[in-house]
């Protein structure tokens, strides 16, 4: 019940202003970019948003991401449906369902946030480390999807 009411919600009144989505992508984007700059790994790494307009099925359509860039390229594109936003909400919405005292829920919705923050930061820098690792002596960093059909 409190994810269909999250999603009735979110599709009445928070998709279209997309501030709780970007919000949430610059997060993501600009964690990810601390956690890569600071692993001793890797340096350089910034994060960048960005507006892109894009021909989909012969309408424009403007997709919103972070950009990561290393050195000045672009590597990696964190677009508003791959925020982790359903998740955090499916989880908050499995802690309500389940008998506890008030209290203990707070606690385990703020520590369940921040764990699903650290990890998918974390997810971020695997997906470069393994990507950076298969590319390391060339140019190519990242292959970006295009569209299978633009109209």
């Keep these: ?14 998709y279209d202003s997309q501030y709780v989505d970007q919000f949430l992508t610059n997060h ?12 001793g790994l890797f ?13 989909y099925a012969g309408e424009m359509v403007e997709n919103r991401a972070s950009a990561i860039y290393h050195n000045d ?6 677009a508003n449906a791959c925020n982790g936003l359903e998740l955090l909400v ?22 369940g946030v921040i764990i699903l923050d650290i990890i998918m930061a974390g997810l971020i820098f695997s997906l470069f480390g393994d990507v950076f690792l298969l590319f ?5 960093y990242f292959f970006l999807p295009q569209p299978l059909y633009s109209g």
């Design 136 to 140: 390391s002596g060339s140019d190519v």
């Design 90 to 111: 499916l989880y908050i919405g499995f802690i309500v369902c389940m008998p506890s005292r008030f209290w203990r829920k707070v606690l385990y919705i703020i520590l």
């Design 1 to 14: 019940m409190f994810f269909i009411v999250w999603k009735v919600i979110y599709g009445a009144f928070l």
């Design 28 to 39: 993501v984007g600009e964690a990810s970019v601390i956690v890569l700059n600071n692993s």
């Design 43 to 55: 340096s350089g790494f910034t994060a960048k948003n960005e507006i892109h307009n894009d021909m």
């Design 73 to 78: 390229k672009l590597v990696l594109y964190i």
